[in-house]
């Protein structure tokens, strides 16, 4: 059994507490089919893009689009945004050339920005959560991790207001240094430890983490709208293998998914220099 619901999480939330059994991971059908991509939508993002050569070229995001889409992705506001985001901004010079490979990439301390199709498939699910269909939005979203700013410069565009939390300094600094430019006036970096959230901005319509750990923290699902949805990497009790796991809040409590097997780096709490 893989998805189950109930009024009150236990707390900490393990993926055994949450399916009462390690359950076999199944994908479930929460995807209702989408809306198909429509070009006008692609060529509206290449027209709203910088236009030049190389990785400044909305052709070269548009092709990481396609290949995307191939893979699966249907959402057309996600598709969107990941075509007018410029990825290669948020890596090192050194590593630019790849930011267009669906491939994770270090960004310093250990870290990495995740792969754009893991980014894509995540903010997807997002976005079908239930306040999110009904207001075509992520709503207000919580980010935990930072990192590069990458992930969240794509929630902002997708989202009312975006808060993003991120627990190692140098990063938190460099992440507001690139998205300057980039003058997203509803997104809110955070500095301190997302295992808490954010209260003061509670509850969030959407969050989404980018570590994972044994357990979801209790303030996630604490400061989850009714409505909303979160996705975040979990361990397997059993396994010890890192799927993605959704969580959904309604009247009458919460319900979760598991997902696909991912590899994101580990959930931390405390902050770090
Ligand atoms: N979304 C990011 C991915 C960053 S990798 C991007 O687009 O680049 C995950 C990040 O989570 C790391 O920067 C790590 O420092 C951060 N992290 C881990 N535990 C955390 C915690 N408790 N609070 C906030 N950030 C945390």
Redesign the pocket.
Known sequence: MSSSSGKAPRFPLRLDQLSGGAGAPARQALLRPQAPVQQAHADAARRAAPSGLGLDSADVRQRMVQRLQAQGLQHAAVAAALAEVPRHV?VDAALATQAYEDTSLP?G?G????KPSV?ARMIELLMHGASARAAGSLGRTL??????????ALLARLSRQVIS????KP?HDKARDKLASLRLGNLRLVY????RGHPPNAPYDSIIA??GGQALPPAWLEQLALGGRLVAPLQEPLTHRQVLVVVDRHEGGYEHSVHEAVK??????GL?A
Do not use: H
């Open positions: 948020f960004i301390l870290q990495t920005i995740s980014v980010e935990i991790g930072t990192g590069c700013g990458y992930q969240a939390v991120e627990r190692l990063l301190g430890d997302g295992m980018a570590a994101f780096v580990p959930l931390k709490s770090g």
